[in-house]
């Protein structure tokens, strides 16, 4: 199928660029280094190219995420980084065909796990962003009490997402550096053999974690573009020129096909003016015809993965393949 | 069953509040006044609300409402405000079991829908948003080269979109004339019926139009909010607390639940600090326990809706139905 024939808004992955940036990062973090993220792209066909690289344990972010992997053959070695109080989530969780680590932070996460079924976790430890994590000095209480009650304990979580999109990398490298010292007070405390943090803006300046649960790196977004990483950009939404006026012109791509927390997308040959439910209103470089093909970057890569059902695998004007966005959901 | 038993993130509509939003609009905009716009909610349980409320002509944004409109038997007279020239997609709407009247704003328009089976058109008129629409000056040049192809033109359409959020009221009046003026000498040069305007911002000081496209009215949003409309907020993502830490909690509905593109969403009785993928930190007012449940009012509803399966519409501790939210995608 040639690019053209595809109906838009589409979903498109590079796919010279998607196999750079694995190979790149598989150099840098071979193996159980690294415990790939797939919320960043919610798709086992992706996460299996991730697995024929040699990353066999995966990073998740929903219940759905980690029982997907698990149907899909790659259960070998699932977290779930994040709390869950759901009974049938947990219950689905403990049942699926793999081996199912979760975070815990607090007694109500470490007994709904028990109680459901669950075998093992990681403590999850807050290092400087306020989201989930137990404070540094609670985490051997957690652990204890995660033991006490038949759970196996693999060690520690940390996520240092405040510092991903520092610019200056010194700054950057000397916030994940006090971060992980937190993680591996944390850990000293817990025992295990899993010190589990990082992503795609820390994966090559985290030397204190034994795995990086980066994500980004594979489709990558014009917010993790700025920190001047070895990755390239792999995904782009494509869109038709619909109408067009001196001046600007309107594409089919619009916000309920793109993240936006991170604010407008960019576009190849043309700067973006803003972006309604459907719309994309755009000054092209060039000139365009209503007809015409453009290509917009995302902002963020994960919710835009969310917000569409397939992906197109593309070399030049090739559709390769289509792959479901399989993990959305909860 | 009970709200409790719900998994989360989920959405709600508060049928009380839905219902008052309902009634309000059809007391201004009776019947054919009002043509509601389908994108807000994308969910043809609702528009049957809508319809039995009198309003028996809608408006969709994508090809897909179209047809899903028409295919849960509310198809009397569906405007596609918005421009096509997807072949497959344009045919499937001529081929639906319902009236299909189609926007079109340049030639290359215009011969996609004659080629693919559409009969009724409305010319779309820029009035001041940069984004679809001809100038107003070339309205008839547009609708004789429709009806040059067999088109029957139906009149005008022209979205005053960027007048919405105006916050005050005056000034919004004055801008909402001057672009129905241009709206109104375009339609002296299409002919036609109809004359098609509007949204909830301007639904009340907008004479000009024949009818008004308001959706966002049925559920509300914080942005809308702003206004002082005699809407109320009827949608809320609900979410469990599932980490807590001095100063802050956790939610388990971050911005893969939420249209993030006015920003933030807030919360009933906490301070939002920010969204994650799948988590809302915020600052409670009063004690709140992990594993309590928590309620988020979205910034912008027509693309929280499009990111959710369902939506279930409650009152007080009560689920009352879940309907689908079955008019997502393309």
Redesign the interface.
Known sequence: MNLHDL???ALLIDAGALEHNLKTMSAALPGPKLRPHV?AHKCTELAKRQAARGHRGFTC??PLEVVGMAKAGLGDDLLLA?????P??LEAMAECEGRVTVAV??E??IEAAARCGIHEVLVDV?VGL????C?PTDAGRLAESARRQGLRVRGVMGYE?HLMAVADRETRQAGVEASMKQLLEAHALTGGDIVSAGGTGSYDINPWANEIQAGSYALMDTEYQKLGLPFEQALFVYA?V????P??A?G?SG???L???HGNPDMLGATV???????I?FVPEGDL???DRVRVVPGHV??TM??H?RVHVVEGETVLETWPVDLR??
């Open positions: 109906q838009t808004p919320k972010a929903t994040n709390e869950s109080l759901d049938r989530r932070d607090s109500a996460t807050n306020p989201r989930c994590g404070p997402g038709t619909i109408s067009k006026c001046g600007f309107v089919d916000l309920k096909a993240g936006m927390d003016l803003f972006c309604s439910d459907e719309h209103t015809a209503v007809g994960d919710p969310a917000k059902e959901g909860w």
